[in-house]
């Protein structure tokens, strides 16, 4: 059974400005074992489209009436978005899926020690012993990387460096054996040492536990490092989905193009940077048409501004929202 179906997923927000829609239409699937990265610029509907998961938004928030979240809780088919009672809410915040961010502190309370946090969690999602938690605990932070777990699990968060911190979230939201990890910036705080020993370990964990990941980051690279598949969102909206090395090398749409071309060129240190031309535009003012036309350097007028182009296959696995590729194929 797939593990995550997230069907026809809009999100919209009642605010004093006006409706903010956020997430528009979005569709993906994700396998057991699979990692996704979801990448975009700022702005994009990255965090609000995996924090629908768990139920995690907050505020004046709105679904689509057709919206889906179908995930395989214990073999049964959940859709998330119609999880109601905090017991069943449960299945979802802890259970099924875990989620880490950037800032560690936003993970743990600052008045109850690491080890006491992680055992209260296990305790409630697992039913086990509280001797038995504190072993899992002591063992999943040691398997974080983090040495002399024993004397860490009695410690409070503010009392370890950031990177320590960071696994010390990890080895949280791993501990109880999670079905699905949503990764949001999980690296970008870090430096690039510690950065990179956070994605093997997060590699290794894939490798051993064989959970799903979503990867939230706006860092192509540490996508091509740590995805099996890239989806890529613009202004709540998903604009081209595909296997890593398929879409890094072949991108189909103008905005994930105009995304590589931004990186810069290592080799050539003295190239000017070439951002995305142009500003995202306001959520409260989305584009009619395609919402990339006004940046778009490929913009067919009369069409691109007049209807919604939908994802369609470019190659097997590979799918791309623009008339632009479509006009392409028809030829
Ligand atoms: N609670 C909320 N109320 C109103 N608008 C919101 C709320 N949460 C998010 N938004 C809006 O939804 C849009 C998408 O936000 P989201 O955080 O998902 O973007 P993102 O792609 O994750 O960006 P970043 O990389 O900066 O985190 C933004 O315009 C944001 O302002």
């Known amino acids: 059974m797939t593990l995550l179906s997230v069907r026809d997923l809009t999100v919209r927000f009642a605010t004093d400005e006006g409706l903010v829609t956020a997430v528009d239409q979005v569709s993906f699937d994700l396998e057991p074992g699979e990692v996704m990265g979801l990448v975009g610029e700022s702005g994009s509907g990255k965090s609000v489209t995996a924090k629908s998961i768990m139920q995690l938004n907050f505020g004046g928030i709105r679904y689509g009436e057709t ?6 809780v214990d073999g049964r088919q959940t859709d998330a978005l119609k999880l109601k009672r905090p017991r069943d809410l449960r299945l979802v915040r802890g259970g099924a899926v875990s989620m880490i961010f950037q800032e560690p502190m936003a993970s743990f309370a600052p008045a109850i020690t690491i080890g006491d946090q992680m055992v209260e969690q296990l305790i409630l999602h697992k039913r086990v012993s509280k001797a038995e938690a504190k072993k899992t605990s002591i063992e999943f932070l040691d398997r974080a990387g983090i040495s002399d777990a024993a004397r860490r699990f009695d410690q409070y968060a503010f009392e370890l460096s950031g990177g320590m911190r960071q696994r010390a979230m990890i080895a949280m939201a791993l ?3 999670p079905r699905l990890l949503i990764a949001d910036e999980p690296t970008t705080a870090l430096d690039v040492t510690i950065q990179a020993q956070v994605i093997d370990l997060m590699k290794e964990i894939v490798a051993e536990f064989g959970m ?6 706006h860092d192509l690279g540490v ?8 989806a890529v969102m613009y202004l709540g909206k998903m604009v081209e989905q595909g296997p890593v090395r398929e879409v890094i090398r072949t991108a189909a749409h103008p905005y994930t193009q ?3 071309n931004a990186l810069p060129d290592l080799s050539d240190l ?9 500003d995202i535009p306001s959520p409260l003012e989305r584009p009619a048409g395609c919402v990339f036309h006004t940046r778009c350097p490929e913009k067919i007028p009369g069409r691109c501004d ?14 791309c929202a623009c008339f632009a590729r479509e006009t392409e194929g028809a030829a």
């Open 175 to 177: 501990s109880t054996r």
């Open 67 to 72: 919206s889906q979240i179908l995930l395989d």
């Open 306 to 319: 007049a209807a919604v182009p939908a994802m369609a296959p470019v190659a097997p696995g590979h799918a």
């Open 270 to 278: 003295d190239s000017p940077l070439k951002p995305v031309p142009g």
């Open 258 to 260: 105009g995304l590589l």
């Open 223 to 230: 996508i091509a490092q740590t995805a099996d598949k890239v």
């Open 212 to 217: 799903a990941i979503i990867f939230i980051t």
